[in-house]
């Protein structure tokens, strides 16, 4: 029988192939780095997908690797900046997998001070960002400060990494929801309409979708939509920051396909898992910008969609194993710092799972924290 279709062929080497060391639900950023770690660890590992890899959250993000961002919860600040550190060597491996370099879109960010909504940017300011690239003195006056934040295109990374773990042993499964799991003597049984999977660990790291693979109300995300648009810059408007208020942000491509467009977010709603792109959400996100950068008036809207991001209540992943499940481990909640927190993820998660001490401290993204608070109803 003649297979044309590569989704066949995975379905095929799944039936033969049901047990592994590792299955990982879930084929976004979080997955595929966990899966490329534990496999450079020499371990087994399926990863599955009840749709297509990168599709999800991963892909809908604008790219910021914001560790110093001021409106981030201070107990991701070493997880941050850890994962940092690590971002070099992760993009290295995956272009060393893929043949896809994947470069940084910009360098820095001018980022508003809490309590500065800054309406519009000083003249001075933008003169910084047009023509003072490398600039980085402000007037402390100004309600702004420059990091040295970098950026990169996730749609970009995604293309990379999906080629990445094609070139490795791992099995990638699409189109392969988790039906049940179930547990015994040092293992999980992972059902799919495939097939039934027999794995050592199972890591649910299905973003806003995790917990709800096994109906467990106890330990689910909560979704979080998200906003967003591209613009295609006017000529005369060479953005190379990324600028960022407490309300919005745009972020500009400067390399690859999308280069000479910028990205301008986000809405944040609770609205389930609805992904319809509202006409008047983007209109106010643009009309945001416009203030902000009143040259983007004459920029051009090129597409617009909407993510959902994973949260929780006290929006900090949730790193570490199920307090009930045996062998079960959560990679979740990653909120609006997924792109930026996969490398540390990847490493600290496979520690745990080896039985190694990570490097730093994961006590505030035990699964454990959220045990007293099930009258919220939504872990």
Not at 29 to 38: F, M, T
């Amino acid at each position: 029988m003649l297979l044309t279709d590569p989704r066949d062929r995975c379905r095929l080497r799944l039936e033969r192939m049901t047990q592994t060391d590792i299955c990982i639900a879930g084929a976004g950023i979080i997955g595929l780095s966990l899966a490329l770690e534990l496999h450079d660890r020499g371990l087994s590992v399926i990863v599955l997908d009840a749709g297509a890899a990168m599709q999800q959250a991963s892909t809908a993000a604008a790219g910021m690797l914001a560790a110093d961002d001021p409106h981030n919860p201070p107990e991701i600040s070493e997880l941050s900046r850890f994962s940092l550190s690590l971002y070099p060597a992760f993009l290295a491996r995956v272009h060393s997998l893929s043949g896809v370099a994947v470069r940084f879109q910009t360098q820095r960010t001018l980022q508003a001070l809490a309590g500065n909504r800054a309406p519009t940017l000083p003249q001075e300011l933008r003169a910084k960002l047009l023509i003072e690239e490398n600039s980085t003195a402000l007037d402390p006056d100004s309600g702004f400060i420059f990091l040295a934040e970098r950026s990169i295109d996730p749609r970009q990374l995604a293309a990379a990494l999906i080629a990445a773990v094609a070139n490795t042993p791992i099995q990638a499964i699409y189109d392969s929801p988790v039906i049940s799991t179930s547990y015994g003597a040092g293992s999980v049984t992972v059902h799919t309409p495939a097939a039934t999977i027999q794995a050592s660990h199972f890591i649910d790291c299905t973003g806003a979708w995790a917990g709800s693979s096994d109906n467990d109300a106890n330990f689910r995300a909560i979704p979080v939509k998200g906003q967003m648009l591209s613009l295609a810059l006017p000529a005369d408007l060479p953005l190379r920051t990324t600028v960022r208020t407490e309300d919005i942000y745009i972020v500009p491509r400067t390399l690859g396909p999308a280069a000479g467009r910028a990205i301008v977010g986000a809405t944040v709603e609770e609205a389930g898992f609805d992904k319809t792109v509202e006409p008047a959400a983007i209109e106010s996100l643009r009309q945001r910008a416009i203030s902000l950068i009143p040259g983007l008036a004459h920029a051009t809207i090129v597409d617009s969609w909407a993510g959902l991001r994973p949260a929780t209540p006290d929006r900090l992943p949730i790193l570490g194993p199920h307090p009930t499940r045996p062998h079960h481990w959560l990679a979740t909640g990653h909120y609006r710092n997924g792109i930026l927190l996969a490398p540390a993820t990847a490493q600290v998660m496979s520690d745990l799972i080896l039985d190694r001490t990570p490097d730093i401290s994961l006590e505030a993204f035990s699964a454990s924290r959220h045990t007293l608070s099930l009258a919220i109803g939504v872990l």
